[in-house]
């Protein structure tokens, strides 16, 4: 059985060892996802025949799981941000978890320790939207005993700096990046 990202598959295993080169991979593949190898090897002053490997045993190891466009989502028509916390019947976790994710206004869901059981990212077009979807649709599901709703007013950025390397300068959260 294989896990998903973020999900422990309970068997274990350790994380691969990674070098300085494999985090400097991870650091330039989340800044741009669309680099060439070339551009990739050249970046990190290594063969391009080097990059497609470690980038393979990366992926292969799970380390990197995907590549996704970044969006924005104000443009997209999804403007409004909520932290939804719900407080859920135990042991509801793991029906309920597939659930969530189904309903494409959820960014990211995370079981949590506290008051509440679960936080929601979400993301909706308008006030009338977030209030459907949190008095319709979560106060609607049987595991759900109560909602909180946090308005988000603004956002500081994205990506953890623990996905650069070690002594690795880059551009600060939210900083525009020119297109090559």
């Given at each position: 059985m294989t896990s998903r990202p973020g999900e422990h598959d309970g068997s274990g295993t350790q994380p691969p060892l990674l070098d300085d080169v494999d985090r400097a991979i991870v650091a330039v593949l989340r800044e741009d996802g669309r680099i060439s190898m070339r551009a990739l090897a050249a970046r990190l002053h290594i063969s391009r025949a080097g990059a497609y490997l470690r980038v393979q045993r990366l992926e292969e190891a799970g380390v990197i799981t995907g590549y996704t466009a970044q969006v924005d989502p104000?443009?997209?028509?999804?403007?409004?941000?909520a932290y939804v916390y719900l407080k859920i019947a135990q042991p509801a976790w793991k029906p309920l978890r597939a659930r969530l994710m189904t309903i494409p206004e959820v960014e990211h869901a995370a079981l949590v320790s506290g008051d509440t059981d679960i936080v929601l990212l979400v993301r909706t077009r308008d006030l009338a939207a977030l209030r459907d979807l949190v008095l319709n649709t979560f106060q609607s599901m049987s595991?759900?005993?109560s909602t909180q709703t946090v308005l988000i007013f603004d956002e500081l950025g994205r990506g953890p700096a623990a996905a650069r390397p070690t002594g690795a300068a880059g551009p600060s959260p939210g900083t525009p990046r020119s297109r090559r």
């Open positions: 104000q443009r997209y028509g999804y403007g409004l941000a595991e759900v005993r």
